[in-house]
């Protein structure tokens, strides 16, 4: 059958039995862009939206098989990264990120579940900065992901941010996007930071709604845009649209 042509997500990451995130969140979410999807299961997980029950990793050459079988199917323009699970599905992963070169790839460095369960092996995270991030257009820490994978202190400050976020960029994501959402005060403040250009702040009032999945939801509708050829700042902008409008249906509930 032919490469279908109309502009695809490929979706990499962990299976949530609660559905509260990982892939099927992502789908719901690109498809609510207008985008279409693809998928590379790293892990199946047992969840309800209090507790992860069981984790499930998948064999990485398993992984790499599904990301070139979507590659070969569909028009890829976006990729989309979740829940990795191990070292050697990073490795897999990347080693396919690497013959693409060309389609933008936006990670979620996902760590942990808001229950604290690890998503990630520990000793993995040397992996996912040194052989991952310097594949992706775009990585989306928010504040105790950035400070884990900087091995430094919850950051207190703008100052602290912007050090941390520098530290991690010199792994060489084209892109940064810190994310203040768990951080106290009024305003929920995100950062993008990149190399060549300077940071960008996106201000918005702190809602009081709390929800599952925030995370995968604004990697995935920022990839969607992307994937329409949007701009990354533009992509951003209408990412944080999306997300913040999903967090106030919720909280009107
Ligand atoms: N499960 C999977 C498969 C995920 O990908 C993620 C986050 O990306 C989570 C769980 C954690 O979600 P939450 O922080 O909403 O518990």
């Known amino acids: 059958m032919a490469l279908r042509q109309e502009p695809h997500v490929l979706v990499v990451g962990g299976s949530d039995s609660s559905g509260g995130a990982g892939v099927a969140r992502d789908i719901e979410t690109i498809s609510a862009a207008g985008v279409r999807t693809c998928l590379a299961v790293t892990a199946v997980t047992v969840q309800t939206h209090d507790a992860v029950m069981a984790i499930h990793h998948l064999q990485p050459g398993l992984v790499a098989d599904q990301m070139r079988a979507a590659l070969r199917a569909n028009r890829v323009s976006a990729i989309k990264i979740g829940m990795l699970s191990t070292g050697r599905v990073i490795v897999a992963v990347a080693a396919v990120l690497s013959e693409f070169p060309r389609i ?30 310097p594949l ?42 810190l994310k203040g959402g768990h951080a106290t005060g009024p305003q929920s403040t995100d950062i993008l930071l990149s190399s060549n250009q300077k940071s960008i702040r996106f201000e918005a009032p702190r809602g009081t709604g709390t929800m599952r999945g925030t995370g995968c939801m604004l990697a995935s509708a920022i990839a969607a845009h992307l994937a329409n050829a949007r701009s990354l700042h533009d992509s951003v902008v209408e990412g944080k649209r999306f997300v913040l409008n999903r967090l106030k249906e919720s909280s009107a509930g």
Do not use: W, Y
């Open 136 to 177: 992706c257009h775009l990585v989306t820490p928010n504040l105790v992901e950035l400070a884990t994978l900087v091995d430094s202190e919850l950051a207190g400050n703008d100052d602290d941010i912007l050090r941390q976020g520098k530290r991690l960029l010199a792994f060489g994501p084209q892109a940064l996007l």
């Open 104 to 133: 933008p790839a936006v990670l979620d460095p996902v760590l942990a579940s808001s229950s604290g369960k690890a998503l990630l092996e520990a000793n993995a995270i040397g992996v996912m900065k040194r052989n991952l991030m």
